[in-house]
């Protein structure tokens, strides 16, 4: 049986006993008991709601009083309701208020409730929603409409709007007309459809945070740089969409120089980069080629095609990359 010893005893009738300052601790060694000090009765009404209404322990509520006020309980239990009837269990609910606690207060007729009806619209309900919102969960309060609206406007559909808001739900609260806009239009500047613009952001969102002025466009100009056109930079970029991910200034030159130095012709560099743009964007380009074969001795297309990405995106085509049991090149 759990022992436990007051160090100050007080009236036992009172409705808030956290609001007196006594201190419980437990003599057993698998459990402790919280420390209960020095909470007023607006705290201790806080804990108690945190406690009975969202399923928190006796230490998460009372570190959340410290952040939070709750004076009455119609806007929390609004919010709660709202998350319940969108399919979040209670122990979503207890994960989502953990992480952001003043969801509880959060305006319901502005931000909350419209957003929760769109995101159901594009299909996120229970563990999905769940999961998304676990991994952001200020996009409820950001206004998720208008970056919708902008994805929509450019060609995105839903189910690329759905795939874009899971793997980075963050983008939600990005100011659209700012940070995002500029970039779509950038892509399109380069020729690439709108078909195709979606689909790469849709799997790689996280192009939408880099820079425009310091990350995108320098990349870019790289590749027209060695391939010595906007055509032939767009048809790299549709054929490995990650490319913009990469600070192609400081990788694609050298790697493009190690394989001039080992005696590799320009129009078959040319020719690879096209066909698999990632094989000159590997950062240990140099270390394989020069553990494998000496310098003077050249790099087969196949070998370097064992250099090149294996992960398949909606632009290549389904023939099988060639696989080998190591990253390095085969020996020359």
């Known amino acids: 049986m759990l022992r436990l010893v007051c160090t100050k005893q007080k009236h036992r009738a009172s409705p808030f006993p956290f609001s007196h300052g006594y201190f419980l601790f437990s003599t057993s060694i698998r459990e402790p008991i919280i420390v209960l000090s020095n909470l007023t009765d607006q705290k201790s009404f806080t804990v108690s709601y945190l406690q009975k209404s969202c399923g928190l322990s006796s230490e998460s509520a009372i570190s959340l009083a410290k952040k939070l006020r ?17 399919g979040l269990t209670q122990r979503h609910i207890k994960n989502l208020i953990t992480k952001h606690p003043g969801l509880l207060l959060a305006d319901l ?18 563990a999905s929603l769940a999961k998304m919102l676990s991994k952001h969960p200020r996009v409820l ?11 929509r406007s450019h060609g995105f559909s839903e189910k690329d709007i759905k795939n874009l808001t899971m793997r980075l739900p963050k983008l939600l609260i990005y100011d659209a007309k700012k940070t995002i806009k500029p970039k779509i239009e950038f892509l399109k500047s380069l020729g690439l459809p709108e078909l195709h613009i979606a689909k790469i952001l849709s799997y790689e969102p996280y192009v939408l945070t880099r820079s425009l002025e310091n990350h995108i466009i320098p990349s870019v100009q790289a590749i027209m740089r060695f391939l010595g056109s906007d055509v ?14 990469f600070n192609l200034e400081k990788v694609l030159d050298p790697n493009v120089s190690i394989f001039r130095s080992h005696g590799v012709p320009e129009s078959l560099i040319v020719k690879m980069f096209l066909i698999n743009p990632r094989t000159l964007l590997l950062r240990g380009v140099y270390t394989i080629i020069n553990r494998a074969c000496p310098a003077s001795k050249r790099l087969t297309p196949r070998q370097t095609c064992l250099l ?5 995106t909606p632009f290549q085509s ?4 060639p696989k080998h049991p190591t990253a390095e090149a085969p020996n020359c």
Request: glycine fraction near 6%; charged fraction near 25%; charge should be positive.
């Open 109 to 126: 007729d502005t931000k909350l409730g419209p957003n929760m009806k769109l995101f159901k619209s594009l299909g996120f309900s229970g």
């Open 141 to 151: 309060e950001s206004d998720a409409q208008t970056v919708f609206e902008l994805f």
């Open 232 to 245: 032939s930079a767009s048809k790299a970029i549709k054929g490995c969409h990650r490319m913009l991910e």
């Open 308 to 312: 090149s990405c294996r992960r398949k």
């Open 318 to 321: 389904a023939r099988p990359v």
């Open 70 to 86: 709750i004076e009455a309980t119609h806007n929390p239990d609004s919010v709660l309701s709202l998350f319940k009837t969108h």
